[in-house]
């Protein structure tokens, strides 16, 4: 596989996990496409802000990305290096879902109320609130949002 097949492929395969992951995580952070936001990435990539990626935008901020990634700097990336990438990627997903839903709590009690999701402007959390608000009281708390964020895995055969 050739350089710039390979860094297309990296750079597919961080794009679809990314905006997956963000996705999954409610994209009411900016992680996702939504009315005119922009993912990370996109942003990143766009150099010139002109709301495009050139193709020569996309291979130096593929370049950059698999710099990144490979740590050791080999010129490889292995499993190691792509797992602890996206690793620290889920880390700074939950570092920030953390400050947010900090900056939410405006009564300071750990917990968050339909009010105060709906005044943070949360769409999907307060869509899903009843269904996460297992315990019924009228509190979404660390944990019922931490099962939001990591909905439960088919078992493997």
Same mark, same amino acid.
């Given at each position: 596989?050739?350089? &710039?097949?390979?860094? &297309? ?9 990314? /905006? ?22 996109? #942003?990143?990539? *766009? ?7 050139? $193709? ?7 370049? $950059?990305?698999? %710099?990144?990634?490979? &740590? ?25 879902? $953390?400050?947010? #839903? ?6 300071? *009690? =750990?917990? /968050?109320? $339909? ?16 269904? /996460?608000?297992?315990?019924?009281? =009228?509190?979404? %708390?660390?944990?019922? #949002? ?12």
């Amino acid at each position: 596989m050739n350089h &710039t097949a390979a860094l &297309t492929l990296l750079l597919s395969a961080l794009a679809v996990s990314g /905006l997956a992951q963000a996705d999954h995580h409610g994209g009411d952070h900016g992680h996702a496409m939504q009315g005119d936001r922009m993912p990370p990435m996109f #942003m990143q990539f *766009d150099k010139n802000q002109d709301g495009r990626v050139s $193709r020569e935008e996309a291979r130096e901020g593929a370049d $950059r990305m698999f %710099t990144e990634i490979d &740590t050791d700097k080999d010129g490889f990336i292995s499993k190691e290096e792509m797992q602890a990438h996206h690793q620290a990627m889920r880390d700074k997903v939950r570092q920030g879902m $953390r400050e947010h #839903m900090k900056a939410a709590d405006k009564d300071g *009690d =750990g917990a /968050l109320s $339909r009010a105060e999701v709906e005044a943070a402007k949360l769409p999907r959390l307060a869509r899903d609130f009843d269904k /996460l608000d297992r315990n019924k009281d =009228g509190k979404l %708390t660390p944990d019922e #949002m931490r099962g939001a964020m990591m909905p439960e895995r088919a078992p493997r055969p």
